[in-house]
């Protein structure tokens, strides 16, 4: 499975952007998808995830009611829609594919493939 992820940007503080992740795998059948993103001197840190089938939805409390994760099954692509941008959201953003039970989805163990990410810069 390849992820192939799109969408950053430089923006401005309040701005937003929608990130996009697409599979190669046919057929795309994850438990769950999830979202990482790791800045400059810190570590990978747990965003969104989103389930599957039931198109349930996590977020860290660092992003909760700004950001969305959705995902289309007939194209195979999962998306984060980043609303009200603020720079210490600037880091360079992963997909990951889990395909297997875990009690965890919000540790990157859990997590079977990665995209190679993209880059978000918010300016102040």
């Known amino acids: 499975v390849q992820l192939r992820e799109s969408g950053g940007g430089t923006v401005q503080a309040g701005d937003s952007l929608k990130l996009s992740c697409v599979a190669s795998a046919r057929p795309f059948t994850p438990l769950v998808m999830g979202w990482f993103r790791r800045a400059p001197r810190k570590g990978r840190e747990f965003v969104a995830l989103?389930?599957?089938?039931?198109?349930?939805?996590s977020y860290a409390d660092s992003v909760k009611g700004r950001f969305t994760a959705s995902r289309d099954s007939a194209e195979n692509t999962v998306y984060l829609d980043l609303n009200n941008l603020k720079p210490e959201d600037t880091a360079r953003y992963y997909c990951?594919?889990?395909?297997?039970?875990?009690?965890?989805?919000?540790?990157?163990?859990?997590?079977?493939?990665w995209g190679q990410g993209t880059q978000v810069d918010v300016s102040a």
């Open positions: 989103i389930d599957w089938r039931s198109n349930e939805t």
């Open positions: 990951a594919a889990s395909y297997n039970f875990w009690k965890d989805y919000s540790v990157a163990r859990s997590y079977d493939y």
